[in-house]
């Protein structure tokens, strides 16, 4: 009887209790080590992210009108907040687009209707570049490309933005 | 665009389109320590001020590295140098040179510069990162746009 109740001697049982301590302080030092070996990867990069652009859904029309906001940007050197901003409207079915202004041209800032002679469409005043309102670019105007358009999603009811995306990419 | 390698690069692609300079004029000394920190801080509104104008435009707009003149040298000589470097952007040809600042000293010898002096007069202190300054450099970039892109 004694002897099965004996079955953990207490040089085992001294063994299990420093093995197991000693591991759980191993494991204390060890996961934060390994968590900082592997935060690159575990960090969201801050670019991807959606950015609320303080606009509530509801306030959105279909004229295009210009927000601005700011997200922070990190490169090289410098950590620093960046202004960004985006033409947004609702389209014919309803859905929120989401254009860049900057030109595909040289990179000036375009404005809806930015010129009197051409109601209804995006002008660039550096260089005459037009765009169609969905972005589409008018032939015979510098720019060859279609205006980038924001990934968007929309959450209780305000407008997230994103990164820009050529046409097609997105 | 920029001094920089990556507009620089885009800018010799792009030569035909790019017919304006803008050079911020910003007087710099050490010897009056009353005025030091009025222009230390108008130096950096400047900055950002130009960085912002040459963001709504670079697609037509060069701006050029800050010109740095001691406050109390003669006036005479930095007309020199400063028209030297209009002179230098002029045969590439830059037809639009706009040079902007919070020196009202130029404005007497506006005649003399080589190109249009746009004299900002105000902002004396302030914090840099508050949200009036920022809407008030957002205003003023936009009219001032608005001013330069009369001359194209």
Known sequence: MSEKKQQVSRRQFLNYTLTGVGGFMAAGML?????????????????????NVGLAVEDITNEPQRVDWKIDQVDAWY???????????????????????????????????GSEQFPDQFYCPCHGGRYHKDGQNIPGTPPTAPLDVYESKVENGMLYLGMAHPRGEA | MQWIKEDVKQYIQAKEYVDTVIVPLIPYHLSKDSELEKNAFQSEVLSIFAKEIEKELSGRVMLSPNYYYLKSGSKEEELNRI???????????????????????WKKDEQALDGTLIWLPGIQSGDLKSNELHSFIHDQVEQIGEYIKSYW
């Not at chain 1, 070996?37 to 959606?50: K, R, Y």
């Not at chain 1, 202004?83 to 404005?111: F, M, Q, R, T």
């Not at chain 2, 037809?95 to 600042?101: E, L, Q, R, S």
């Open chain 1, 31 to 51: 996961v934060p080590m390994l968590r900082m070996a592997v935060d690159p990867v575990l960090q969201e990069s801050a670019a991807g992210d959606l950015v």
């Open chain 1, 79 to 113: 950590e620093s907040k960046v202004g960004k901003s985006a033409w947004v409207y609702k389209n014919d079915n309803d859905e929120i687009v989401a254009l860049s202004p900057i030109c595909k041209h040289l990179g000036c800032v375009v404005s809806w209707e």
């Open chain 2, 83 to 105: 028209n030297s470097w209009s002179g230098d952007a002029r045969t590439q040809p830059f037809n639009n040179i706009f040079f902007v600042t919070f020196d009202s000293a």
